[in-house]
């Protein structure tokens, strides 16, 4: 397999920051001039805000990156340094940013692996690893989390008529269903049986209709054999970090605006499980999204869900959401990048012209 390093820097591009950028201030400018509830004096309710439970948003958002930096360590069994891992952490969140949520940085997460030194066969496992576990996450976690909420998972909303409420229910659970398929099926083709997998999708690439992609399937069931070999032999010591790396990482994910909502409103502890089941959908919602990052789609429908614990408190919530949890990255990644690309290709090409 061959990565295509053109079509990598276009997604690894810091021009595209404002793309993101525009269209989050098109959806937070449309909502404040329909919108007869928000206004310039209801801005004011910021100052409203604990700043003790800001402080503990802040830590929960570093404390997720820190466990995203330690599982990609774990997960390449430390052959990347902590400070290498941070570059990989923060140029993989800033290719997620700026790129639609259903496209992901899969690619461009291979791409930096393989940059920092680790075999391509390696890589595309490690990467194919964080993937299932991010995945397994949701489909073991989401039914306990929403059987804690009790049913008060989609959001009653005067915006959000019946029947689109309704829709929303079928497309959480048709994605869940999606979302657990290819989960069960990936892992059993990197851990089971990953020639009986290329076999299938040959078989299914064959068919008359779908024979011009049986080439990129034939690259896919290659891949998924090469990364099966790379994984196989992994102790219980390799996948126990991973697997509470994960679930450290999502919880802090949700935990965060837990954490942001209790700046404004004090919250009970059913209201906390409600607002964290919430996000799973959400998190559903954004997936879907065509826009980089989710960029509009996560403003827009934040209200929706969380308009019944905040009120007067949604817009600017909604905006210090987006800016904790989204926009760093865009920021980080814009200045990361140069940097990396300079100690990647530049300073190995110079030392390799030494040598």
Not at 93 to 108: C, R
Request: no cysteine; charged share 15%; hydrophobic share 55%.
């Amino acid at each position: 397999m061959k990565l295509d390093n053109k079509k990598i820097f276009q997604t690894l591009n810091p021009n595209k920051v404002w793309v993101p950028i525009l269209i989050g201030l098109g959806i937070v400018f449309a909502m404040f001039y329909f919108d007869p509830s928000i206004n310039a004096k209801n801005l004011s309710v910021i100052f409203d805000a604990s700043l003790a439970w800001i402080f503990l948003a802040i830590l929960v958002i570093i404390f997720r990156d820190a466990g995203y930096v330690y599982r990609i360590r774990e997960v390449t069994d430390k052959h990347l340094s902590w400070s290498r891992a941070i570059y990989v952490i923060i140029l993989w969140e800033f290719a997620s940013a700026v790129t639609p949520s259903v496209v992901g940085g899969t690619a461009v997460a291979i791409f930096i692996l393989n940059k920092e030194g680790i075999k391509l066969g390696r890589a595309i496992a490690y990467v194919m690893v964080t993937a299932i576990l991010d995945n397994l996450f949701f489909v073991i976690g989401a039914p306990i989390i929403l059987f804690f909420a009790k049913g008060n998972i989609f959001p009653q909303s005067k915006v959000l008529e019946t029947q689109l409420q309704n829709s929303m229910e079928a497309i959480f659970w048709i994605s869940y269903a999606l979302y657990a398929t290819y989960s069960l099926v990936m892992a059993a083709a990197l851990f089971y049986r990953p020639r009986v997998f290329k076999w299938l999708l040959i078989k299914l690439f064959s068919i008359k209709w779908l024979r011009k992609w049986k080439h990129d399937a034939d690259e896919y069931g290659n891949q998924i054999i090469e990364a099966s070999k790379e994984l196989a032999g992994k102790s219980f010591k390799y996948w126990l970090p991973i697997v509470l790396a994960t679930i450290f990482i999502w919880s802090s994910r949700y935990l965060m605006l837990n954490a942001l909502i209790s700046a404004f409103v004090p919250l009970d502890i059913h209201e906390h499980i409600i607002v964290f089941a919430r996000q799973v959908i959400m998190w559903i919602v954004m997936m879907i999204s065509p826009t980089p990052g989710s960029s509009g789609t996560a403003e827009f429908f934040f209200a929706q869900f969380f308009t019944q614990f905040l009120n007067k408190y949604t817009f600017v919530t909604s905006i210090l959401w987006r800016l904790l949890s989204y926009y760093p990255y865009l920021i980080l990644g814009a200045l990361f990048l140069p940097r990396w690309i300079k100690q990647v290709f530049f300073k190995k090409k110079k030392k390799k012209n030494l040598e």
